[in-house]
Nanobody
């Protein structure tokens, strides 16, 4: 099992920036990829960005050019740098770690962007 723990959410004005962190604990050597997802009120959870153990990244079209996912292997941590934030980015952001056997969700962190 690999348990992700998120941090770094908060309230920011439109146009501002936030950085989310996700620290993985447990059988980290088994991680194939980690990613960020978000869920706004009354909407389905959606992919934001993912990064593989090899460093390949993938982004939702809505965040391309504004968000950057990165990882620090020494700290077993994945980051999501969010710039030029918009009110529509408001959501609970979840980190997910994926192994060859299963995927594990973090508890989520709230990001609120005011207009």
């Amino acid at each position: 099992q690999v348990q992700p723990v998120e941090s770094g959410g908060g309230l920011v004005q439109a146009g501002g920036s936030l950085r989310l962190s996700c620290a993985a604990s447990g059988s980290i050597f088994k991680i194939l990829s980690m990613g960020w997802y978000r869920q706004a009120p009354e909407k389905q959870r959606e992919l934001v960005a993912t990064i593989t153990s090899g460093g390949s990244t993938n982004y939702a079209d809505s965040v391309k050019g504004r968000f950057t996912i990165s990882r620090d292997n020494a700290k077993n941590t994945v980051y999501l740098q969010m710039n030029s934030l918009k009110p529509e980015d408001t959501a609970v952001y979840y980190c997910r770690s994926t192994t060859s056997l299963d995927g594990y969700w973090g508890q989520g962190t709230q990001v609120t962007v005011s207009s």
